[in-house]
């Protein structure tokens, strides 16, 4: 059985380069904003799926590399993927959908909320990863949780600038 692209995975092309980004974070509420940047290098798996591999500064200090998949789930109508970076054992898993104008991809996941670490016993949270695409080579990623009280705090935001 052999899928075959289909518009969706496609648009999953405008991540496919060389990219420099450089953002800040706020890893948790009584915490100072911390900066980081770094590389990521995007390439198509088959036309239908993204494997984009991370290396830069952690925001706090310390070097980390990351994994991210991205694809379209056909039957289903999402998007779909994977993140995993060597600061943390979790597997993050993604669920997201595209907005009407075609700019901005929303990914749902769940993990491990702040300060409950990442074992067995962390209390567990709703997260999104949200990716803009403002003009061509240019992309924010926009980080945030559910709170306790139904808002979602932003935690995180990084620009991507596309090198080649």
Same mark, same amino acid.
């Given at each position: 059985?052999?899928?075959?692209?289909?518009?969706?995975?496609?648009w999953?092309?405008?991540?496919?380069?060389?990219?420099?980004?450089?953002?800040?974070?706020?890893?948790g509420?009584?915490?100072?904003?911390?900066?980081?940047?770094g590389?990521?290098h995007?390439r198509?798996?088959?036309g239908?799926?993204?494997?984009?591999?991370?290396?830069?500064?952690?925001?706090?200090?310390?070097?980390?590399?990351?994994?991210?998949?991205l694809?379209?789930?056909?039957?289903?109508?999402?998007?779909?993927?994977?993140?995993?970076?060597?600061?943390?054992?979790?597997?993050?898993?993604? #669920? =997201?959908?595209?907005?009407a104008?075609? +700019?901005? !991809? $929303?990914? &749902?996941?769940?993990?491990?909320? *702040?300060? @409950?670490?990442?074992?067995?016993?962390?209390?567990?949270?709703?997260?999104?990863?949200i990716?803009?695409?403002?003009? #061509? =080579?240019?992309?924010?990623?926009?980080? +945030?949780? !559910? $709170?306790? &009280?139904?808002?979602?705090?932003? *935690?995180? @935001?990084?620009?991507?600038?596309?090198?080649?």
């Amino acid at each position: 059985m052999k899928a075959e692209p289909q518009k969706e995975h496609h648009w999953l092309d405008r991540f496919i380069g060389d990219w420099s980004f450089e953002g800040q974070a706020r890893m948790g509420p009584d915490q100072p904003v911390a900066t980081f940047r770094g590389e990521e290098h995007v390439r198509s798996l088959g036309g239908l799926w993204i494997v984009a591999e991370g290396e830069g500064e952690m925001p706090g200090g310390g070097m980390a590399t990351s994994l991210m998949t991205l694809g379209y789930d056909s039957a289903n109508r999402h998007y779909i993927g994977t993140w995993i970076g060597s600061m943390m054992s979790y597997l993050w898993v993604y #669920d =997201g959908k595209l907005d009407a104008a075609e +700019r901005v !991809l $929303t990914l &749902d996941a769940v993990g491990p909320s *702040f300060g @409950t670490g990442s074992g067995a016993d962390a209390k567990l949270a709703k997260y999104q990863d949200i990716t803009e695409f403002k003009e #061509d =080579g240019l992309r924010v990623l926009t980080s +945030r949780l !559910l $709170t306790d &009280d139904g808002t979602w705090q932003e *935690f995180m @935001t990084a620009q991507y600038r596309r090198r080649t």
